[in-house]
């Protein structure tokens, strides 16, 4: 039988939605928490392939969900591309920034990136071979937009000021850093297809700080150029494509950009969604990550409005963002029996 998640996506009703959770494989679990001090640093457990593969393999494990997503980071394009990178502890990324046309002159073509993300691939070959075989495979990688703004700020921002800026001022070394993303994240997401993933996703987390034809430009235009591609190179490989904060913009952009399936944050209202994006297809989500710390009867009641809402179309259920650390893992268990049990299974 075709995997769940391979199900939805293709644009199937199930009567009980496939589950994962964004950041599943992360601090919130105490075996992660171990496999992380083994490594010694975060870059260390990212590029050695066989324990990337341990903590993708671990809420797999503990929960049974019905997707593992690859234990990587998005800046790991930028770094193969050229750019240092470190991370400060309690303080999270740190790159050398590019805002001049020498800098990004500086940077490597996107075709050289695959030396460098090696390490990756081979961890996606691990999960191929090792992952249950009901479990669909998730590969990823952050779009051009979300990663734009750490490269040209040298950190995460609250608004994405220094990105901005630059898209103002220097419009056109902008855009050229826009297409050099664009172009790596086409070669880096179909070198884990070819290693065995079976779905990618595009992690676009600052697109709703773009506005009117920056949006179209900047998170639409990259996402549609790359799903092309990679559906040109993989011929029914499915996208799912993360315009996070997008608002009433998420209506339309499976259609502009040819993605299988749209992920909605929590801000959005299901049934509102179930409406407007939903009738284009697949849509992943959309459950508040702070109800993993609280838990109690709101995160059942607000789990089964989701899987209700959402229950006339495809519909994976996930987070609307990432699984939070201080995350109570007895929450996520109760998050997947309230899931299953609004769709009718037996838990």
Request: glycine content about 8%; charged content about 20%; overall charge negative.
């Amino acid at each position: 039988m075709t995997k769940t998640i391979l199900r939805a996506l293709a644009g199937e009703t199930l009567a009980v939605p496939p589950i994962w959770m964004m950041r599943q494989a992360g601090r919130y679990l105490p075996e992660y928490r171990a496999t992380r001090a083994r490594a010694g640093d975060f870059l260390s457990l990212c590029y050695t392939p066989e324990l990337a593969a341990e903590v993708t393999l671990q809420p797999i494990r503990r929960y049974g969900f019905d997707a593992a997503i690859l234990f990587a980071d998005i800046l790991l394009v930028p770094q193969a591309l050229g750019a240092e990178l470190w991370f400060e502890t309690g303080e999270g990324p740190r790159l050398s920034t590019v805002t001049t046309p020498a800098e990004l002159a500086a940077l490597k073509p996107a075709a050289a990136v695959h030396d460098h993300l090696a390490p990756v691939y081979e961890t996606v070959r691990i999960l191929a071979r090792e992952l249950p075989r009901e479990v669909t495979l998730i590969g990823f990688a952050g779009a051009p937009w979300t990663v734009a703004t750490y490269m040209i700020a040298g950190r995460g921002t609250p608004d994405q000021a220094p990105a901005h800026r630059l898209l103002r001022e220097d419009r056109a070394t902008f855009a050229a850093l826009i297409d050099l993303i664009t172009e790596a994240t086409v070669e880096y997401l179909s070198a884990q297809v070819a290693a065995g993933a079976e779905v990618v996703k595009l992690f676009d987390s600052w697109a709703g700080s773009l506005a009117g034809q920056d949006f179209e430009d900047f998170a639409v235009a990259p996402a549609r150029r790359i799903i092309a591609a990679l559906k040109e190179r993989h011929p029914g490989l499915p996208v799912i494509a993360f315009p996070r904060e997008a608002g009433e913009r998420y209506a339309g952009f499976a259609r502009a950009t040819g993605a299988d399936c749209v992920a909605l944050d929590q801000s959005v209202d299901a049934g509102w969604a179930a409406r407007h994006v939903q009738c284009d297809g697949c849509v992943q989500g959309n459950l508040d990550p702070a109800l993993l710390v609280s838990g109690g009867e709101d995160l059942v009641r607000e789990a089964r409005r989701i899987v209700r809402a959402f229950s006339g179309g495809p519909h994976i259920f996930n987070l609307g963002h990432g699984i939070t650390p201080d995350a109570d893992p007895e929450n996520v268990t109760r998050m997947i029996a309230a899931v299953r049990q609004a769709g009718g299974a037996d838990v």
